[in-house]
C-alpha cells in the first residue's frame, strides 16, 4: 500500500507543480490558459516519467530478493 501511494503521490505532485507553474507564468505574462495548458501537460509528463522511473527501481530491487 506504501508503494502505491509513494507513487500517486509522485503522479499528482508532478501535475499540481506543472498547474501552479502554468497558473503563475498566465498571471505575469497574460497569456491565459496557454501557460496552464503547456505546463499542465510538462507536469503530467514529468509525473509519468517519475513514476515510470520509481517502479523500475523498485522492480530490480524485487530481483535482487
Do not use: C, H, Y
Not at 507553474?21 to 510538462?42: A, E, K, Y
Amino acid at each position: 500500500m506504501a508503494v502505491g501511494l509513494r507513487l500517486s503521490s509522485e503522479l499528482v505532485a508532478g501535475v499540481l507543480v506543472g498547474a501552479a507553474l502554468g497558473w503563475g507564468f498566465d498571471r505575469l505574462l497574460s497569456t491565459s490558459p496557454w501557460g496552464l495548458i503547456v505546463f499542465l501537460l510538462l507536469g503530467f509528463t514529468a509525473g509519468v516519467i517519475n513514476v515510470m522511473r520509481s517502479a523500475g527501481v523498485m522492480a530490480k530491487q524485487s530481483e535482487r530478493l
